[in-house]
């Protein structure tokens, strides 16, 4: 048997929708995920904000049970799932929602000063702010992980930037956006 639950808010309309992660979380399993509000076409202005939902949609194992929290952010700020970082603790999960540093993630450089910095903490199928975040860390983009094809090597050399060598000699670089 399929079961379907709608993973949205109840009378929000969503822009945008983008997963944070999935974690187990004392036996239910916890789905984060972030909701850019919208507003109706003839409102939206140069100046407009749209509202950003943190979200945690709660499962037991069996995905029987469901219950669902969000916290609210009507500010002009962002959420970048890809700043993110979720980490258990003893009994709760902490989430980081600036921990890497937006500006290596290939957002503007004005990132830092747009991004929700919050400390959340999920527990007992609620989401309730900590604090700010702390200082963010550089994400590391190790070339540990090799792919090979024949004599040709590919890796990641910096966050956007995919390098292929042969012999040592580079055969190709290719900046991604």
């Not at 507003?39 to 945690?56: G, H, L, M, N, S």
């Not at 952010?73 to 929602?97: G, I, Q, R, V």
């Not at 930037?161 to 042969?166: A, G, H, I, R, S």
Request: charged share 25%.
């Amino acid at each position: 048997m399929i079961q379907a639950v709608p993973l949205m808010l109840d009378g929000v309309l969503c822009r945008a929708h983008y997963v944070i992660g999935i974690h187990e979380m004392n036996g239910k399993i916890v789905f984060l995920h972030d909701v850019l509000g919208d507003v109706p076409k003839e409102q939206i202005t140069r100046d407009t904000v749209f509202t950003d939902y943190v979200v945690a949609d709660f499962f037991s194992a069996d995905f029987e049970a469901h219950t669902q929290d969000h916290l609210v952010y009507p500010e002009k700020k962002t959420l970048f799932d890809s700043c993110c970082m979720c980490e258990p603790k003893a009994d709760c999960l902490l989430l980081n929602t600036m921990y890497y540093d937006p500006s290596n993630g290939g957002a503007n450089e004005y990132s830092r000063h747009r991004t929700i910095a919050k400390l959340i903490e999920i527990q007992d199928d609620s989401l309730r702010e900590v604090g700010d975040s702390p200082e963010p860390i550089q994400k590391s983009y190790s070339d540990s992980k090799m792919f090979f094809f024949g004599d040709c090597s590919v890796y990641m050399v910096s966050p956007h930037v995919m390098e292929c060598t042969q012999g040592g000699e580079v055969v190709w670089r290719l900046r991604l956006n």
